[in-house]
Nanobody, 122 residues
Framework: QVQLVESGGGLVQPGGSLRLSCAAS????????MGWYRQAPGKERELVAT???????DYGDSTKGRFTISRDNSRNTVHLQMSSLRPEDTAVYYC????????????????WGQGTQVTVSS
């Protein structure tokens, strides 16, 4: 069982910055790619950013150049630094982690956090 706990959401003015964090805990063999996705009301969940254990990053088209994803492999944490925030960035942000369980088969998993609300408004 893997638990992902997000923190750092809140209300911020347009043009402001916010930093999200996510920590993975529980029982697992390994954690692989971690990332952030978001879902605005009435819209589908979309990619914000992902990062592999080796540090390779991928960003959604709407967040490139404004958001930066990073991770600490030793702590199984991932962070999202968001800058130049816009009202259209308002959404619930979800942390995701892929990995392998600690069972004999080392079954793969993809776990989600509960989500943290980010609201960009003046």
């Amino acid at each position: 069982q893997v638990q992902l706990v997000e923190s750092g959401g809140g209300l911020v003015q347009p043009g402001g910055s916010l930093r999200l964090s996510c920590a993975a805990s529980g029982r697992f063999f390994s954690i692989g790619t971690m990332g952030w996705y978001r879902q605005a009301p009435g819209k589908e969940r979309e990619l914000v950013a992902t990062i592999t254990t080796g540090g390779s990053r991928d960003y959604g088209d709407s967040t490139k150049g404004r958001f930066t994803i990073s991770r600490d492999n030793s702590r199984n944490t991932v962070h999202l630094q968001m800058s130049s925030l816009r009202p259209e960035d308002t959404a619930v942000y979800y942390c995701n982690a892929e990995g392998r369980g600690d069972d004999l088969s080392r079954a793969g998993f993809s776990s989600w956090g509960q989500g943290t609300q980010v609201t960009v408004s003046s």
